[in-house]
């Protein structure tokens, strides 16, 4: 099935077989890495984007359900190769060991940080609940967060 979804600004056409789920879709189809497989089961948030403005498990939705829509993954974060301010949180608090789980915090992040520029600890940590890091403990994650929305 045809398939037009704009990704961090830039409209992209596939013919998409219509198993094939969004994040499938973009890490194979779009060549977009940078959003992670952990579960397949909505379990972990390694998979997270915005959708239509809205945070989503991409694991979560078939590709051809995204036709018509707008998705922000983290290769949109950086502004000409600059890490934007909260990617600099993550780097200067030390909030990720292994890394696989950053860019679902990112995007779970960002999402809560347009809702809530300045989240309380606890707000935060309700934001990225449906993210999963096996490494951190998320107290620096956190610190990264607050520190980014300030
Ligand atoms: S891969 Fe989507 S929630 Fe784990
Ligand atoms: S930094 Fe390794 S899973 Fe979070």
Do not use: W
């Not at 704009?6 to 890495?33: A, C, M, W």
């Not at 200067?92 to 789980?101: R, V």
């Amino acid at each position: 099935m045809e398939v037009k979804v704009t990704v961090n600004g830039q409209s992209y056409e596939r013919d998409v077989e219509p198993r094939k789920l969004l994040i499938h879709f973009l890490r194979d189809d779009l060549d977009l890495t940078g959003s992670h497989v952990g579960c397949d089961t909505g379990n972990c948030g390694a998979c997270s984007v915005i959708f239509d403005g809205v945070l989503l498990k991409s694991c979560m939705m078939l590709a051809v359900q995204a036709d018509g829509s707008t998705v922000e993954t983290v290769e949109g974060l950086a502004q000409d190769g600059e890490l934007n301010p909260l990617q600099q949180a993550f780097s200067d608090h030390h909030a990720l060991q292994c890394g696989y789980c950053t860019p679902g915090m990112l995007m779970s992040a960002t999402a809560l940080l347009r809702e809530n520029p300045h989240p309380s600890e606890d707000e935060v940590r309700k934001g990225i609940q449906g993210n999963i890091c096996r490494c951190t403990g998320y107290v620096n994650i956190v610190a990264a967060i607050q520190a980014a929305g300030e």
